[in-house]
């Protein structure tokens, strides 16, 4: 028979949220985010090859608000992952670990990867990109 008086494991019930442990998590949701974003892309690029025929019709399904959604998405996920990834080898390096640090730099590649998509999504949208 088990022995009932053993401590359960803690969980998310009982561990307060803090930035480290949300950027952790975000960084894995990006990771599989890019993986099955990628398979846009990869649409589009074989729309591409496929003839103007195909090609207008994926961006007639890329350009309605759905699809816009999903791209904006992936670009945010995209420069989240590279912001984050950047400030994993900072601290694969052995720098970076204070706490102070670890929560400054868990916070600016959230700041700069918001940053990065707005300048991207403005730059596109100014120049005609999206419609």
């Known amino acids: ?5 053993r401590p359960l494991s803690p969980h998310l019930q009982i561990y307060k ?4 442990m949300v ?8 990771g599989v985010a890019l993986a099955v974003g990628t398979l846009m ?3 589009g690029l074989l729309a591409l090859a496929g003839g103007e025929a195909s090609f207008n019709q994926f961006k007639i399904c ?12 992936w670009s945010w996920a995209l420069f989240y992952h590279l912001c984050n990834g950047i400030r ?10 204070a706490i102070p640090q670890f ?12 940053l990065l998509t707005a300048l991207v999504w403005a730059y596109v949208l100014t120049a005609g990109g999206a419609a």
Not at 17 to 20: D, G, I, K, M
Not at 23 to 30: D, F
Not at 63 to 69: D, H, Q
């Open 1 to 5: 028979m088990a022995d009932t008086r």
């Open 88 to 97: 994993h080898l900072i601290q694969d390096a052995g720098a970076g670990y």
């Open 62 to 73: 890329i350009g309605s608000p759905v699809g816009l959604v999903l791209l904006f998405g």
């Open 17 to 20: 949220w803090q930035v480290q």
């Open 103 to 114: 929560v400054r730099s868990s916070w600016l590649s959230i700041i700069v990867s918001v």
């Open 41 to 43: 892309v990869l649409w």
């Open 23 to 30: 950027t952790s998590i975000l960084h894995r949701a990006t």
